[in-house]
C-alpha cells in the first residue's frame, strides 16, 4: 500500500472579511495522480498556495500539511518545501520574467539552487526534449517573443529543473489552443512517468481530469465536497453540485456544430 506523500487536515483560510476555504482534507498518495475541479472562485488555486507556501501574508490560516513521512507543519514552515515541489502556473506570463531573456532567467535559478556556473547546455539539450528545435536561438529570446505554447513549456522545463516528488498544475494550458494543450499535457505526464512524481492537476476541465487523474476532489465554494476514484465519482456521483458540472459538461459537448 502507498504511502501518503501529502497529507491536508482541515486547512481553513481566511480575511477579516470572508472564509476562504471552509476545512480541507486530502490525502493523496505518493505516485497518484488527483484532480481538483471546480468553477472560478471555487478555491482550487488558493488551495495550491496553502500546500506550495505562497499565500498572501493577510490570508490567516490553521490546518496542517505534511508531507511524507515529516511530522512538521508545512503550512507554517513554509521554506521546508522548496525540494518537494514543483509548480506549474496557470500563464507562463506569470511564470516568467518578461524583462529578462531565458538563459539570463536560467542563470537566476541556477543561483537560486545553489550553481553559481549555469550549465546552459543542459538547459539547451533540455529544450530539445521538450521539442524546441533551435534552443540556443531560443535562449536569448525574451518571454514575450515567443508564443502562448512555447512560453509554457519553458516554464514546464523550469518547474522540473530541480528533483521534487510532487507537481502541481494550476490550470497549466487554459490559455493555449487546443493542440498545444494536448502537447503540454503529454509533455507533463512523460515527466510524470519519467521521474515517478505525484500529480495534483487543477482544472475546471472534467474532460481532462478523468483523462488523466486517478482520483479527483470536487470544490465549491472553498469546501471538498466529493472525492475518490474518477470512475466512481463521474460515473455515481454523490454531491448534487458534482451531478450538475457532469451535466452541465454533457450539455456542452452535446451542442450542435451549426450553433458555434
Known sequence: MSEALLTIN????????????????LSIDEGSRWAIVGESGAGKTLTMHAIS???????????????GSNRKNLLNEQSDKSNEIA??????????NPYLTISQQWKLLSELYGNADPDFKLLTDTLKSYNFHNPNEIIHKLPTQLSGGMRQRISIAFSLSKPCRLLICDEPTTSLDTISQRKTIELILDKCNEHALTLLYITHNLAIAKSICSHVAIMRNGEIVEQGHVTKVFE????????????????????????I
Do not use: M
Open 10 to 25: 482541515n486547512l481553513c483560510l481566511y480575511t477579516e472579511s470572508s472564509h476562504l476555504l471552509k476545512g480541507i482534507s
Open 53 to 67: 507556501g505562497i499565500l498572501p501574508n493577510h490570508i490567516s490560516r490553521t490546518g496542517e500539511i505534511y508531507l
Open 87 to 96: 509548480i506549474i502556473l496557470q500563464d507562463s506570463i506569470d511564470a516568467l
Open 236 to 259: 455515481n456521483p454523490c454531491h448534487s453540485y458534482t451531478k450538475k458540472l457532469l451535466t452541465e459538461t454533457q450539455k456542452l459537448w452535446q451542442i450542435p456544430t451549426e450553433n
